[in-house]
């Protein structure tokens, strides 16, 4: 007879033997956690291995993303499709094992996770996207949104300063599906936690506005079955099962050590530990009576064809409902999408406006917001400076089924929370604060690039040109930082055409996220009666040009480009032939057909100036090690906006004067 024990210990051999065989990772925790695991995924998690992205499933997050192997011999021994020889592969290149979960190359991982502490943001994420998505879709006896997410979290998660933001944030919303376990094992890298982490965390989370249950055995399930049991019943908090566990489990040398932590155990410590799991099985080796205990397909199966049954009867009694319902889950565009934008782009060029891009992208999103309700729009304290509201805003925090998240100032803790919702499912979420602090929350920006979610920034302030608040508010390295980060679309545009055109292609891009950076002051409207708008969607294309032969090279984004149009005209009136450039997005025109970018940055010409109010490092790729860069390389100062760009040489004469004197001068 087979013991709950027994079915732990499957994850502990193949945990220790896939590191052992690595010879890299992180055996700790997950010899550590291993009775927790059992008992959520034997007993209470519901999911189906066979279709690891079935909608009602509960989300499972790892947020101490490094005890990756405790969830990869989990998703093996329960049945997806992740063989031993993955297992072997753990850690290798090309493998679907690796070091940390990534949910882009694991059939059940719900989000990648690494970072500490940003799974646990991710997760706030989820709980608030399965209330939201129900509270719009559900009806009487039909809960066809109805889950809950489940995470695991260390000490290491806990001391981050994301928890607080995140944790703080799910009890005021009363998030009552989320269930937390923390694994208090009292051990990180440096030894024992004694000595740098003596928070009381019941106290903390209990003032968050959680349900917690202390001092659960997490090496005993029924400690475990019952805090769990307990925690189901609140459904107006979220829960923290704080279960005391020793890092290590098994090791007779190394348990409760910092020593297991991030090494393998060793051969002779793995036969030790093994003889004292009574699992002396050879590596890799798992009776198949305990395959058979943990195998959860037939189970899935069962749970995901009573759901569907449901769902068809729902979608007869509540047919319009169903459909929606459908295409959002689908991450399908409204049938009429393209049309709706490109009618609005039209009546923008017949009536245009001189106002900021901040309200421009607003005016944009009142036109979409009733087309999308899909859209999940949040900002970090700033709402009235963003503009990220509109006439149907209705915030969550006073209305399950709204559709705006009041963050509060939690820029890290957004950007991971709005992660969790895009990895959910249902909503396109969009987050924003001023473009100077992105710095808080750049590491969730990775983190949505490397998941390649659709998920939309919007910062705005986007330069000197917000004036008295001084160099603390004014961005200066900021937009270079964000255009260097792999698979992150950055869009600047110039005027009330390109931003909403920045937002159309935001919406449709399906394979990662976007930033939309935004001004503060007015910006003049471009004539669009010569420029053929299909270019703007390439990133970059030619505002303007004098006669042939072209002897200058102007380019330019957002705020600078009405400059530029005037830097454009004076030139041409000392006799130079100019071409100008708005370049909105310099990832999408680098992605262009070579005939086109030579069309737009003609070769043969090498006397190029780039004019943009922040750092000129990325821009010589454009014009080259002789062209002229004219921006902000030091940080700025306090005072009103025009007297910040005279003094920073964003004049017009400033900038012919050294375009004459370094291009044209020959002394």
Known sequence: MLSRRDLANAIRVLSIDSVEKANSGHPGAPMGMADIAEVLWRD????????????NRDRFVLSNGHSSILLYSILHLTGYDLSIKDLKQFRQLNSKTPGHPENICTNGVDTTTGPLGQGLGAAVGMAIAERTLGSIFNRLNYNIIDHYTW?????????????????????????????????????????????????????????????????????????????????????????????????????????????????????????????????????????KKIYDQWDARKRGERIEFEWNKKFISYS??????????????????????????????????????NIATRKSSQNTLERLGSLLPELM????????????????????????????????????????????????????????????????????VRMAALMKI????????????????GPTHQPIEQLASLRLTPNLSVWRPCDSVETVIAWKYALERENGPTALILSRQNLKQLNY???NIKNIFRGGYIVKKSIDPINIILISTGSELELSLKVFDKLEILKYSVQLISMPSCDVFDKQDVYYKDLVLP?????????????????????????????????????????????????VDSIVNKIQKLFFDKK
């Open 603 to 651: 070769k043969i010409i090498k006397k190029r100036v780039v004019i943009e109010a922040g750092v000129t490092n990325g821009w010589y790729k454009y014009i080259g090690l002789n062209g002229i860069a004219i921006g902000v390389n030091n940080f700025g100062e306090s005072a009103p906006a025009e007297k910040l760009f005279l003094k920073f040489g964003f004049t």
């Open 151 to 287: 995470v695991f979290v260390g000490d290491g998660c806990l001391m981050e300063g994301i928890s607080h933001e995140v944790c703080s944030l799910a009890g005021t919303l009363g998030l009552g599906k989320l269930i937390v376990f923390y694994d208090k094992n009292n051990i990180s890298i440096d030894g024992n936690t004694k000595n740098w982490f003596t928070d009381n965390t019941e106290m903390r989370f209990q003032s968050y506005n959680w349900h917690v249950v202390n001092n659960v055995d997490g090496h005993n399930s029924e400690s475990i079955i019952q805090a769990i049991e307990e925690s189901k019943k609140i459904s107006n908090k979220p829960s923290l099962i704080i279960c005391h566990t020793i890092i290590g489990f098994g090791s007779p040398n190394k348990s409760g050590t910092c020593h297991v932590h991030g090494s393998p155990l060793g051969q002779s410590e793995v036969i030790l530990t093994k003889k004292q799991l009574n699992c002396n099985s050879a590596p890799f080796q798992i009776d």
């Open 316 to 353: 007869k009694k509540y047919p319009k409902l169903a459909l929606e319902y459908q295409r959002r889950i689908h991450k399908l565009l409204p049938e009429n999408f393209s049309s709706e934008i490109d009618n609005f782009i039209n009546s923008i060029i017949n009536r245009p406006e």
């Open 44 to 55: 209470f998690y519901r999911h189906n291995p066979n279709n690891p992205n079935w909608i």
């Open 454 to 469: 659709r998920h939309i920034f919007i910062y705005t302030h986007d330069s000197i040109g917000l004036g008295e608040d």
């Open 529 to 531: 009666s010569n420029i």
């Open 377 to 444: 729009g949040g900002s970090a304290d700033l709402t009235p400076s963003n503009l990220t509201n509109w006439s149907g805003s209705q915030s969550i925090n006073k209305n399950f089924s709204g559709n705006y998240i009041h963050y509060g100032v939690r820029e890290f803790g957004m950007t991971a929370i709005a992660n969790g919702i895009a990895n959910h499912g249902g909503f396109i979420p969009y987050t924003s604060t001023f473009l100077m602090f992105v710095e808080y929350a750049k590491n969730a």
